[in-house]
């Protein structure tokens, strides 16, 4: 597509459902990257993938979250018996190669935990 | 470790004035800059880089930023402000090639 893609828009859970957020990157890019912003603040990284690879997933807060991209295409990130602290807003972005100058995020998905 | 200080949390110009955005650095390495805008609602776009050519970085919509090593700056400056520039400004550096790391956050507001 024209652009990166992130669904659902908005998602609001209970404390302690499981979510799934879903990124569709823009065709080709091989680097795709998964960014939290809480309310207020600037994105904070959270996991890096390279095609397929999983290269970097330092900024992954607990066990809870967890990060795939079978394909090396769409990717699915996963938080398991979400806590309030969780809420933010999740960016999506993806890169035609290895470094940060071409990104393009995408609109986010706002999690709510209530 | 690499990090971004955006030295103002909220900036007010009035529409046709100047705008300055300050950002300081810290890196260990020659580090690639960049400013990114995010209006409400919408996805983080990017205004600007610099990524070790010219220091002097001219972006989209008239915002220019300059690369002072010795000052570990990177302001963003704009020389007219117009109303749709209202919006949240992140200054962002990236030391090994992936990940970005990202300020706090300059809200621009601009009144007519």
């Known amino acids: 597509g024209a652009g990166v893609s992130q669904s659902p828009r908005y998602k609001v859970a209970k404390r302690g459902q499981d979510v799934a957020l879903r990124c569709d990157p823009i065709?080709?890019?091989?680097?795709l990257f998964w960014y939290q912003q809480a309310l207020g603040q600037g994105p904070e990284f959270l996991t890096y993938?390279?095609?397929?690879?999983?290269?970097?997933k330092s900024g992954l807060p607990s066990d809870r979250f967890f990060a795939e991209r079978p394909e090396g295409s769409v990717s699915t990130l996963k938080i398991q018996r979400t806590q309030q602290e969780d809420s933010a807003v999740y960016l999506c972005?993806?890169?035609?190669?290895?470094?940060?100058?071409?990104?393009?995020f995408g609109s986010g998905t706002r999690l709510t935990v209530v | 470790a690499q990090s971004v200080t955006q030295l103002d949390s909220h900036v007010s110009v009035s529409e046709g004035t100047p705008v300055l955005l300050r950002c300081n650095y810290s890196?260990?390495?020659?580090?690639?800059l960049f400013w990114y805008v995010q209006h409400p609602n919408k996805g983080l776009q990017l205004l600007l880089k610099y990524t070790s050519a010219a220091t002097l970085v001219k972006g989209i919509n008239g915002f220019e930023a300059e690369f002072k090593k010795s000052e570990t700056s990177f302001h963003l400056t704009k020389p007219s402000a117009h109303m749709s520039d209202a919006a949240e400004y992140f200054c962002?550096?990236?030391?090994?090639?992936?990940?970005?790391?990202f300020g706090k956050g300059t809200t621009l507001s601009v009144s007519s």
């Open positions: 962002v550096v990236s030391e090994a090639g992936t990940a970005l790391i």
């Open positions: 972005a993806s890169s035609p190669d290895r470094g940060p100058g071409g990104y393009t």
């Open positions: 993938f390279q095609n397929e690879a999983q290269l970097d």
């Open positions: 890196s260990s390495y020659s580090p690639s």
């Open positions: 065709s080709g890019h091989v680097s």
